[in-house]
């Protein structure tokens, strides 16, 4: 052994009849080299929903695969206008439908408007009436032995004396329309005229022509057409309704018990019955 030095061991060199450029090349080999066989291996073991490709280590399938037919297709086509005709008669024939329905609707509810205000004005005149009695009915207004409402002979403006329901309201009423400052202890009654209505005649103990000068009239509802009386007959026991005052045996009226008020309006009718208090019935019980 000379001083010759050994060669260097290849580490490229493969085995027999292999170089190392070829054990090179067989290490990085490129992915567009793979044979069919990998591609369909690949194709079927990723399919193209994957998001990636363990093989190619990228978003897109391997060199050699193609995406099946039935993967997603991108298509810039519109509706056509066949389908836009189509689409615009269904949306006119659901808004005419809408329409139609909207009206038979308000037509329904409309079609019973007169008779619910009517009802509501009905029922409003007599809580008023009844309001009005009975506040006559409690002091200061019903004072010791008398009576608080009664019947009493009232002279209206067109000068025919009659028997009226008369009571007395001492701090008036909201329906009062006075020519100067209003005045207390006020006497009302109630007439029923044709064409006019349900009427209250009303004037101040506390004015100058107290005893000569007619009442001042005020209209509390012109659908007011008729008003009668009612009695309690303590033999029968039962109400009997009269059309005028009931007189006694000395020709004097009598109070009745109740007021039966007849409304009119158009081809509608509907009555209310006032219960005229009693000083018993209307004191506060302590």
Known sequence: MSGTP?????????????????????????????????????????????????????????????????????????????????????????????????????????RNTDLRLFEQHTRAVTRFLENELRAAALPPAARPNTTPIAMQEVRPQNGMMENMVTFELPAGSRLFTWPERPLPEVVCSFQVRPNEGLVMLWHSRLEKNFDTDPPRETVVTPLVTALSYDYYDDNLKRWTTETQPKMDTQNKPMTPGRLRLKFTYNKIGRESVVTLPTPAQALPSF
């Open 6 to 110: 050994m060669p260097r061991p290849n580490p490229r060199a493969g085995r027999p009849g292999h170089s190392g450029s070829e054990v090179g090349q067989s290490r990085y080999v490129s992915v567009a080299g793979r044979t069919r066989a990998a591609a369909e291996s690949d194709r079927i073991r990723y399919p193209v929903s994957s998001f990636r490709c363990p093989r190619s280590g990228f978003g897109y399938p391997p060199s050699g695969l193609r995406y099946p037919r039935s993967g997603f297709r991108y298509s810039n086509a519109g509706f056509t206008l066949l389908e836009i005709l189509l689409a615009l008669v269904l949306v006119s024939l659901v808004l005419v439908a809408l329409n139609s329905f909207i009206f038979s609707m308000g037509e329904l509810w409309g």
